[in-house]
């Protein structure tokens, strides 16, 4: 088996060595010895060792009351500082004879092979300068890090890398290694897991943290690279206003199931990234009239700035001024509501405009190296984030914008909008859509429900079209979803076109995606309001719980292939926006190679897709992990774009539709028909203590009830704890096991080679079931689950072997992921510390569920830390 790296391994062991120290400082050598012993024992079980396994056993059963807290920390610390030490291997500096990383190259070596393949160079250019890559940052509660956390990991990171360089001398190591026992010490004594959930606007700032802290670093060197790489391969460079990635955001937008977010809340959040925007050109600005102090310009410029000895800081002053006006107003209007003031900056433009005034002016001077460097950093930014930071989108359920107009029609006596069928909803939105005058009368009184869903059409009415991004409607089923948000919105005063996007997320509203905008397109008007392309959001997470991720991932690209058709037809532009969560379970997956399985067509030069949770911090928090993560996003999409994965077959498709019927039969005959699943779940799982943990400003559920009820987050959250993963490949153990007794194996072999759809399928159900562990899954039950309800952990655990067994069946392989022993060696690195933490949450669960404890008792700490830190092991939550 092929070995983690010697630097990798030495930094995981002197971060352990270090909190190790800190460890005993706080709880002396004893305490440290039983967490030795701990780790010994776990690492000699999973060998096999029936001596380990008995030493891990008698070393957990000796644990005091006061010292189950401490444990479990000690074991989700070592785990975080092992997601550290990986973070940063991936991005370490590299020795001369090292290769770089893949997503250093990938785009070079893909616009090679464009050539190759016949593709002008200068088409080339233009195609990556008109990529439309939007990235939507969501607020979903998986983040279980505190951010204080967080900002002390990102500064570890940072000592790690201090300490890649070959020429540092005794000293230099040392002090580098206090300041890491320093920073781990500081951790260590840092509360893991918040007190109270955080508001929708302390999420959005968590949010723009990113951005600041990382991305706006990250994207200007992705262009710089990018251009690099354009020009070397076809010596053309972007333009200057080539935005090919943008971020956008749900944070504070997102009120779908989620009473805390209103529309002031919204106004709020929109005031908050205007006022970071400023702040953060603020600092660019700063930085450009320290460093354009030269006395040549153009006559362009000296126009604007009239005689001066520095005239590009008299533009650049003025700039300045005009910036710290507009943060001023946006911190004040938060509280006051005050209008804007004439020197606020109103649009990109007059952001840009002086920037480029000086750009152009010292490349006509002859100093182009100079207007090269911070100030074309500067102009992508402004390109990218612009004024307002992040695109906001606004996401409703249907039934609210449903509810609001039945209260409309009731009170004006029209009759029940609810009660309608769809032929008499469409001629009614569309009358009123035609018609000039209002329908709602300055006194009409609305319930308070229906009062916010029209206070928030007036706030996105009110707020600068730049500033907003589309209006998603979630549980989307017809075109008169699309039309009741239109009217809606005219009636709040909207007077521009806004994107409004259904969002199909069940089996059956995936299956009726195509119809629904086929009828949509259709309709007399509404391609004149359109404005721009179709968006559709596909939903991945919620498909996926209804359906079991065999047959949602067909319905997905079955309702992709249909949109592109119809789209075609209809002569519009299709952008699809994909749903995808940061699991297996909820449609995540590696980005480069989901993007590259979709289906023929769908990426036409735009995606857009949702990055959520704990992810954003593992792709984005660190600027060289998001430049990686951001390189992969623009190469895949123009490999996409430009050489799309061949249609399927007929026979794969034939086989395709049998794999999801057998799976969807067998993954609701037990989450949907079998009589005692709910009250398994939530006997063998932490689903009841989720709610407790204080992650996001969302409620877990929707309503009460059973499965159906929960969000697709906690749905998956609890089953990844147990080590289960259910909701990942329940399904597909039926579907392949019948497909190879039939015989199918070959051209499953077959689809597996040629078809990158089924392959990266296949690809995340291997990698998913690697990280599940039935022998821990066990443990769960014997302790708490109810004696009747056992054989059912019987079975889904047997089940879990039919589904191993297949794949190892169709992949020829020995065991799981034997094609990655480096993947398998660093699963078992973790395991080591993951063991101890899933036999801890196993007593804590069993002690909390006997008696009544209060959330802030030592026992319900160490519960809510061992999910934090089984959550970190495995890498995902939700």
Same mark, same amino acid.
């Given at each position: 088996m092929a070995k983690i790296d010697a630097r990798l391994r030495e930094n995981v062991?002197?971060?352990?060595?270090?909190?190790?120290?800190?460890?005993?400082?706080?709880?002396?050598?004893?305490?440290?010895?039983?967490?030795?012993?701990?780790?010994?024992?776990?690492k000699a079980a999973r060998r096999g060792s029936a001596e380990g396994a008995k030493q891990l056993e008698e070393t957990l059963d000796g644990l005091t009351d006061d010292e189950l807290l401490p444990m479990t920390r000690a074991f989700n610390h070592f785990l975080n500082l092992a997601n550290i030490a990986e973070q940063h291997h991936r991005v370490r500096r590299r020795r001369p004879e090292e290769s770089p990383p893949f997503e250093t190259g990938v785009l070079a070596g893909l616009l090679e092979r464009l050539k190759s393949e016949g593709f002008d160079q200068a088409f080339l250019a233009r195609e990556v300068a008109q990529l439309q890559i939007e990235l939507v940052l969501t607020a979903h509660p998986t983040e279980v890090s505190r951010r204080t956390l967080i900002q002390k990991y990102d500064a570890i990171a940072a000592q790690l890398a201090a300490r890649d360089h070959s020429d540092l001398g005794a000293d !230099?190591?040392?002090?580098?290694? +206090?300041?890491?026992? #320093?920073?781990?010490?500081? $951790?260590?004594?840092?509360?893991?897991?918040?007190?109270?959930?955080?508001?929708?606007v302390e999420e959005a700032k968590w949010g723009f943290a990113v951005i600041e802290n990382s991305l706006w670093q990250a994207l200007p060197n992705v262009l710089r690279h990018t251009d690099t790489v354009l020009a070397r391969s076809s010596g053309l460079h972007l333009p200057l206003d080539a935005a090919p990635i943008r971020f956008a955001s749900w944070m504070g937008g997102d009120r779908d199931g989620n009473p805390n977010v209103t529309a002031a809340v919204t106004r709020e959040v929109l005031l908050l990234a205007r006022g970071m925007a400023a702040d953060l050109f603020l600092r660019d600005v700063e930085g450009l009239i320290t460093a354009l102090s030269m006395q040549t310009a153009s006559a362009e410029l000296l126009q604007h700035s009239g005689e001066s000895? !520095?005239?590009?800081?008299?533009? +650049?002053?003025?700039? #300045?001024?005009?910036?710290? $006006?507009?943060?001023?107003w946006a911190s004040s209007a938060r509280e006051q509501g005050i209008p804007e003031p004439a020197t606020v900056l109103r649009n990109n433009r007059e952001l840009r405009q002086p920037l480029e005034l000086c750009y152009r002016s010292l490349h006509a001077c002859g100093m182009g190296v100079i207007a090269d460097g911070a100030l074309l950093d500067t102009l992508r930014r402004a390109a990218a984030f612009g004024l307002f930071l992040v695109r906001l989108d606004i996401r409703q359920d249907s039934a609210r914008h449903s509810v609001a107009l039945t209260e409309i029609t009731d009170y004006l006596g029209l009759g029940q909008y609810a009660q309608w069928d769809e032929g008499q909803r469409l001629d009614f939105l569309q009358r009123e859509l035609d018609s000039r005058r209002p329908l709602l009368p300055p006194h009409f009184q609305p319930s308070a429900e229906t009062a916010e869903v029209l206070a928030t059409c007036r706030v996105a009415a009110q707020a600068a079209e730049e500033s907003l991004g589309s209006y998603v409607i979630s549980m989307a089923r017809q075109a008169s979803d699309v039309l009741a948000v239109q009217l809606l919105l005219k009636e709040?005063?909207?007077?521009?076109?806004?994107?409004?996007?259904?969002?199909?997320?069940?089996?059956?509203?995936?299956?009726?995606?195509?119809?629904?905008?086929?009828?949509?397109?259709?309709?007399?008007?509404?391609?004149?309001?359109?404005?721009?392309?179709?968006?559709v959001m596909i939903g991945y997470s919620d498909s996926a719980k209804d359906a079991g991720t065999t047959a949602a991932a067909w319905a997905q690209y079955r309702a992709q292939e249909s949109l592109v058709e119809i789209c075609r037809a209809h002569e519009v532009e299709l952008l699809l926006f994909h749903g995808r969560g940061g699991t297996v379970g909820r449609g995540g997956g590696p980005a480069h190679a989901a993007i590259l399985s979709q289906p023929p067509g769908s990426v036409a030069g735009r995606f857009r897709t949702t990055e959520q949770g704990e992810m954003i911090r593992f792709k984005f928090g660190l600027p060289d992990i998001a430049e990686q993560n951001l390189n992969l996003y623009l190469a895949a999409v123009l490999e996409a774009t430009l050489l799309p994965p061949p249609m399927p077959e007929p026979d794969w498709r034939e086989l395709m539709e049998q794999l999801a019927g057998e799976g969807v039969e067998a993954y609701r005959g037990v989450v949907r028909d079998h009589p005692g699943f709910v009250e398994y779940f939530r006997q063998a799982?932490?689903?009841?203590?989720?709610?407790?943990?204080?992650?996001?400003?969302?409620?877990?559920?929707?309503?009460?009830?059973?499965?159906?009820?929960?969000?697709a987050i906690p749905w998956i959250f609890a089953w990844t704890q147990t080590r289960l993963m259910l909701p990942a490949w329940l399904g597909w153990e039926r579907a392949l096991q019948v497909a190879l007794e039939r015989g199918e194996g070959d051209r499953l072999r077959t689809m597996r080679q040629r078809w990158p759809f089924f392959s990266t399928r296949i690809d995340m159900l291997e990698m998913v079931l690697a990280k599940t562990d039935a022998e821990i899954a066990r443990r769960y039950d014997e302790r708490l689950v109810a004696e009747p309800l056992q054989s059912l952990g019987d079975d889904l655990r047997d089940r879990l072997s039919q589904a191993v067994d297949a794949v190892l069946g169709l992949t020829e392989q020995s065991e799981l992921l034997a094609h990655s022993p480096e993947t398998l060696e660093a699963f078992s690195l973790r395991n080591t510390y993951l063991d101890p933490l899933h036999l801890m949450q196993i007593e804590l669960l069993a002690r909390s569920r006997q008696q009544e404890t209060p959330a802030d008792s030592p026992l319900e700490q160490a519960l809510l830390?061992?999910?934090?830190?089984?959550?970190a092991g495995l890498r995902n939550t939700g």
């Open positions: 062991h002197l971060l352990g060595e270090l909190l190790g120290d800190t460890i005993r400082a706080q709880h002396g050598n004893a305490f440290f010895e039983k967490i030795e012993r701990i780790r010994k024992g776990a !230099e190591l040392a002090g580098i290694e +206090l300041r890491l026992q #320093r920073l781990i010490a500081e $951790a260590w004594h840092t509360e893991e897991i918040r007190r109270i959930r955080p508001t929708p000895a !520095e005239p590009y800081r008299v533009l +650049l002053k003025d700039l #300045r001024e005009r910036l710290q $006006a507009t943060r001023e709040s005063g909207l007077q521009r076109s806004m994107r409004v996007v259904p969002l199909f997320e069940t089996l059956d509203d995936l299956n009726n995606a195509g119809p629904s905008i086929e009828r949509l397109l259709g309709l007399p008007g509404y391609r004149e309001r359109l404005n721009g392309p179709q968006e799982t932490p689903e009841q203590e989720l709610g407790r943990l204080p992650l996001g400003s969302r409620p877990s559920k929707r309503r009460e009830g059973g499965v159906e009820s929960l969000r830390v061992s999910v934090a830190g089984i959550a």
